[in-house]
């Protein structure tokens, strides 16, 4: 593999400046305050260089938030095959709330959710959109627990998915508006299994 030139260095360089100012800009003032002017003036380059580096400001949060999707697939690989469904989600889950506290971080999650409750953002938003790698994982999940007779036979697996998909929004929104006592792995395991006992085959 070919070492990058220094104009190509340089590119990487102003990307993650573009990247870091951009979502402490968004922390500090809120998604919808912030115009790309701005985030330019504060890198000191031209609103192009911007958009040859982001479509977006829209596009800034999405690159950043992406990271998790290469995370899910390393927790997946290291997940036992042989446990049933509803463990596997479990500790999907787990491992993904324990990412979100530990390495995302409140600022940038509240800057997520912020962004897609603007009308600034037309398209579906990332945080619903069924190609992200963590909803192909379930989709796996709750397809294997109804082949096996795990989970129900008379809901979709698109329903299902739905309800699972809102346990992980919810209780992040409730991990955002509470004080630090608020544990959220903990509270998400525990709501997310009484959700799926209720998927299951009784």
Excluded at 33 to 60: L, M, R, W
Excluded at 161 to 185: G, K, P
């Amino acid at each position: 593999m070919n070492s990058l030139t220094s104009r190509q260095l340089k590119a990487l360089e102003t990307r993650e400046k573009l990247l870091k100012t951009s979502l402490d800009l968004f922390n500090k003032h809120g998604f919808e305050y912030v115009s790309v002017e701005q985030i330019t003036k504060a890198c000191n380059v031209s609103k192009g260089t911007f958009y040859t580096h982001f479509p977006s400001k829209y596009d800034v949060i999405l690159e950043k938030f992406k990271e998790l999707d290469s995370f899910y697939s390393t927790v997946e690989k290291n997940i036992d095959r042989t446990l049933p469904a509803s463990e596997k989600i479990l500790l999907l889950y787990q491992e993904q709330m324990k990412y979100l506290t530990n390495v995302v971080g409140k600022d940038l999650l509240r800057t997520v959710y912020t962004a897609a409750m603007t009308n600034q953002v037309e398209q579906d938003h990332y945080l619903i959109n069924p190609q992200r790698k963590i909803f192909q994982i379930i989709n796996s999940y709750i397809e294997e627990g109804i082949r096996l007779g795990e989970f129900r036979q008379d809901l979709q697996v698109t329903g299902m998915q739905a309800v699972i998909q809102r346990c992980m929004r919810a209780n992040i929104y409730d991990w955002l508006i509470h004080n630090e006592d608020f544990d959220l792995a903990i509270e998400m395991a525990q709501f997310t299994a009484i959700v799926l006992d209720g998927l299951k085959v009784k």
